[in-house]
């Protein structure tokens, strides 16, 4: 419980804590793209480690919209195998998906052996957007809370590597992103109608999260924090992390050779109007 309150504390300072040190100076995309090339190699370590120990690893990321989940999401499976590295980004529930147990339609998403999966949201949603915006009743909400920590503890004792993020956003900076969003024809479509009510219930989502940590961020599975207003950084703080709490390594491998090509023979290029793309650029 005491972990549960300070992480709860340590979020609320990110955006409010004036005695809280100023950030570091945004990175140079230069610097940024360097460090997130050596990141990437040790996650193609991490991909080839699961695949052949059977590891099963599972990632949530939780945060309020405009808090960066999609981008650091991006930023982890560009350079990676979507055959190990599995996103999972579920639609609303059906009307039958309602009617189940509530955690019932996330559970056959969860990893099997030598596999990665990326929660982008997750069961908490009952926590948070379903508790806020009034798709659950106060008391459904109280009892996800209660019982979470005890399904998160059977998904861990049978062999799942559980990682929660939550990435914290500050009041300005969610303002500055979900302005842009406004304003740019390629991100309009992460603007919803709900994202517009939701941007109105800042401090009932604060509510929400404060709760959410006191009932779920348990020793066996802690909630980890990521200040994401400069979301170079973040990305690179949780990927960094990430790698630091898995215990993976390297794996061996043969020396890869191009073989040599066949000869070429009786083969001759084709007589044919091939219907080539055009060339604009």
Request: aromatic fraction near 10%.
């Amino acid at each position: 419980m005491a972990q549960s309150k300070k992480a709860a504390k340590e979020a609320d300072k990110v955006s409010s804590d004036p005695s809280v040190a100023s950030p570091p100076a945004k990175l140079a995309n230069k610097e940024y793209e360097k460090e997130l090339a050596r990141l990437h190699i040790e996650l193609v370590k991490l991909q080839e480690w699961a695949v052949q120990t059977g590891a099963k690893i599972c990632i949530v990321f939780e945060g309020r919209d405009g808090a960066g989940k999609g981008g650091t999401i991006k930023a982890i499976t560009e350079r990676v195998s979507p055959r190990v590295f599995r996103v999972v980004a579920l639609p609303a529930p059906t009307d039958r998906e309602k009617s189940q147990m509530y955690l019932q339609r996330y559970l056959p998403y969860l990893p099997a052996a030598g596999e990665i999966v990326i929660f982008d949201r997750s069961w908490y949603n009952r926590a948070g957007v379903e508790r806020v915006m009034g798709f659950c009743t106060d008391e459904q909400s109280r009892q996800f809370l209660k019982s979470v920590p005890l399904v998160e503890r059977a998904i861990i004792q049978s062999g799942v590597i559980l990682l929660k993020y939550w990435l914290e956003v500050s009041e300005e900076e969610q303002t500055r992103r979900l302005e842009a969003r406004i304003h740019d024809g390629r991100k309009l479509w992460k603007l919803s109608p709900m994202d517009l009510r939701s941007y109105e219930r800042w401090y009932d989502y604060s509510r929400a999260r404060d709760e959410m940590f006191i009932e779920t961020d348990t020793g066996v599975a802690p909630w980890h924090v990521v200040r994401s207003d400069d979301k170079k950084r973040a990305r690179l703080n949780l990927i960094s992390h990430l790698l630091s709490t898995i215990p993976y390594k390297e794996m061996p491998r043969a020396k890869i050779t191009l073989p040599k090509r066949q000869k070429r023979g009786d083969y001759r290029e084709p007589d044919y109007s091939f219907k080539y793309v055009p060339e604009k650029f």
